[in-house]
Nanobody, 118 residues
Framework: VQLVESGGGSVQAGGSLTLSCAAS????????LAWFRQAPGEEREGVAA???????TYADSVKGRFTISKDNAKNTLYLQMNNIVPDDTAMYYC??????????????WGQGTQVTVS
């Protein structure tokens, strides 16, 4: 297994949650790192990405609420989620080896962690 997400769960609207994604050194160093999400009955969508230079990209729906970061010493990607709203309910996936929030460009994917907002 090369990407392992954790930190999902149930949270009330307005609350906060931090997702983590532990990566093997091989997958961590290949291109950008990103979070995607998929709600029931919906297509997977990009949430946030961070490239090798630390430049971050966010979906409009999460700007100002979510923060992507990474810890190179731990090969770990994070997603800090604040002011969570019901529309944030989804399975969240981390991905590596791609470009910005272009889903098709990503080569490596985790199994996902569920976030449910009540």
């Amino acid at each position: 297994v090369q990407l392992v997400e954790s930190g999902g769960g149930s949270v009330q609207a307005g609350g906060s949650l931090t997702l983590s994604c532990a990566a093997s050194s091989y997958t961590y160093t290949r291109g950008a790192l990103a979070w995607f999400r998929q709600a029931p009955g919906e297509e997977r969508e990009g949430v946030a990405a961070i490239d090798d230079d630390g430049q971050m990209t966010y979906a409009d729906s999460v700007k100002g609420r979510f923060t992507i970061s990474k810890d190179n010493a731990k090969n770990t990607l994070y997603l800090q989620m604040n002011n969570i709203v019901p529309d944030d309910t989804a399975m969240y996936y981390c991905a590596s080896g791609g470009l910005l929030l272009v889903e098709m460009s990503y080569n490596y994917w985790g199994q996902g962690t569920q976030v449910t907002v009540s």
